[in-house]
């Protein structure tokens, strides 16, 4: 076994994309005294068996900015290091089937617009000229984004890794973090199978495992939990291996799954409203690359749904089906930054779509650590946002209902009820009985207009039933 080196500026806790992405970046800012630790090989956890999707289509700005970093990066990587990283610059479009969806399509095209990636709203006309085998009944529009795709989502990692090391920094595999603790002069002492390194930075990049490593400093209860995801992968399809082009991308939010061309057969992954989470009890350490069971009970209806709307799935059997854990959080967004309460303790986990994210978290992670700031504004990604005052039973509630959204069109102004309400203060009934409709804000109801009593907000891109309650407050 390699001993490990005993001092180093920082150290990260992980390999998986996020902690090697941030390794690779952190050489680019200028750092090369710097190490990564992983229990077992690169990829092992969640990312080794990820689907890979890298979409566009994203409706905040700061986000956007990471995720088309993401995407330019894993298409130049094998220039730059000889690592070829398996994208797929086949484009993505998102159906649309009701007036808000096209209204929502225009507010994220002006984002796209904003940060240059570009995107189209089309007609269903149009979508056949692009995608020939998806059935148009009850679509009205959809979203294209030529420039995105889908990347080898181990190929990426081993891209960057070897990025890293051409940088100066050092990768040590199969060696197990075991304990973390801050010594009286601030730096921090990393206890591991093959000895302890003692730095300046920790970086808890566990993926699965951040709240065992977050428990090792303090941290308790870090909201990051496992859900469990499937997709499923066919055989080959004659009519697939007669295209020349690759076909995009497809999100169907009827279906609520992604479905996509897999070398010549089509690969379908749904986010069940039947949702489930798992390991909430702690993560084995001995948990590694390995699958879970598939449960295909729970996912049978989107399924159904989905090969519907690309009927070429019920000509060709099943070959593979991957079903395994994957990290959510209650609003959906990463943990990328300080850890609340610690000096030069450090968050990169907790991704949802860790494939797409993984380049432009580590880039913008490794300008706040290297320059106390980064290009973007990283408040949404703060992990500071939940880490002092969310509990357990409230994590597991939102993230498992944020699984289910993740192709449900967000509303303006939209306040889910689900896990509330956490922290209220003494007038909260009071003006609940007096008409005020309440958004959570860091955990605290905040009354954001009074109605009628039991009113609730009709959510719409235009003006909704509060306009003319405010419109009197005013």
Not at 376 to 395: D, H
Not at 398 to 425: A, C, F, H, L, N
């Amino acid at each position: 076994m390699e001993k490990i080196q005993s001092h180093t500026k920082l150290v990260v806790v992980g390999g998986g994309i996020l902690g090697v992405s941030l390794l690779y970046h952190l050489t680019k800012e200028g750092w090369k005294d710097i190490v990564l630790i992983e229990k077992g090989e690169l990829t092992s956890g969640s990312t080794w068996h990820a689907a890979g999707q890298c979409p566009h289509m994203v409706g905040s700005y700061n986000l956007a900015k990471v995720h088309q970093h993401s995407t330019n990066l894993y298409k130049q990587l094998e220039k730059e290091t000889g690592q070829a990283t398996g994208f797929h610059e086949c484009g993505s479009l998102r159906l649309a089937y009701k007036k808000e969806d096209i209204d929502w399509f225009h507010y994220v095209k002006g984002i796209m617009d904003n940060v240059g990636s570009p995107a189209e709203i089309i007609s269903p006309n149009e979508i056949k000229k692009i995608h020939p085998f998806i059935r148009l009944d009850g679509i009205v529009a959809a979203f294209h984004t030529p420039e995105d795709g889908h990347t080898d989502p181990t190929s990426t990692t081993n891209a960057m890794a070897k990025g890293a090391r051409n940088g100066g920094a050092k990768i040590y595999r199969k060696n197990r973090v075991t304990n973390i603790k801050q010594l009286p002069s601030g730096e921090w002492k990393v206890f591991t199978e093959n000895g302890d390194i003692t730095c300046e930075h920790v970086v808890n990049a566990a993926g699965s495992f951040c709240p065992e490593v977050g428990e090792m400093v303090g941290l308790k209860d870090v909201p990051s939990i496992n859900m469990i995801h499937h997709y499923l992968v066919t055989e080959s399809h004659p009519e697939i291996e007669k295209l020349k082009k690759e076909l995009p991308v497809t999100r169907d939010p009827e279906a609520s799954a992604y479905l996509r061309q897999e070398g010549k057969g089509l690969l379908i992954g749904p986010y069940e409203k039947d949702a489930k989470a798992w390991a909430l009890d702690g993560m084995d350490w001995k948990f590694d690359m390995e699958l879970l069971e598939p449960e295909l009970d729970r996912i049978e209806k989107h399924l159904e749904i989905g090969m519907n709307r690309i009927p070429q799935f019920k000509d060709v059997g099943i070959k593979k089906i991957i079903c395994g854990p994957i990290t959510h959080t209650p609003d959906d967004n990463f943990f990328a930054g300080p850890a609340p309460g610690l000096k030069n303790f450090w968050m990169a986990c907790a991704a949802s779509v860790g494939i797409a994210q993984g380049g432009g978290i580590g880039k913008y992670l490794a300008q706040w650590i290297v320059h106390g700031d980064s290009e973007i504004n990283m408040l949404e990604f703060e992990p500071r946002r939940y880490m002092s005052w969310v509990t357990k039973k409230y994590a597991v509630e939102k993230s498992t209902d944020q699984y289910t959204r993740m192709y449900v069109t967000p509303m303006p102004s939209e306040s889910i009820d689900v896990g509330r309400p956490m922290k209220t203060t003494p007038i909260y009934k009071k003006l609940k009985d007096m008409g005020a409709v309440y958004l959570d804000s860091y955990g605290w109801e905040k009354p954001i207009w009074f109605g009628k009593p039991g009113m609730k907000e009709e959510y719409s891109f235009k003006r909704s039933n509060a306009f003319s309650y405010v419109q009197k407050e005013c």
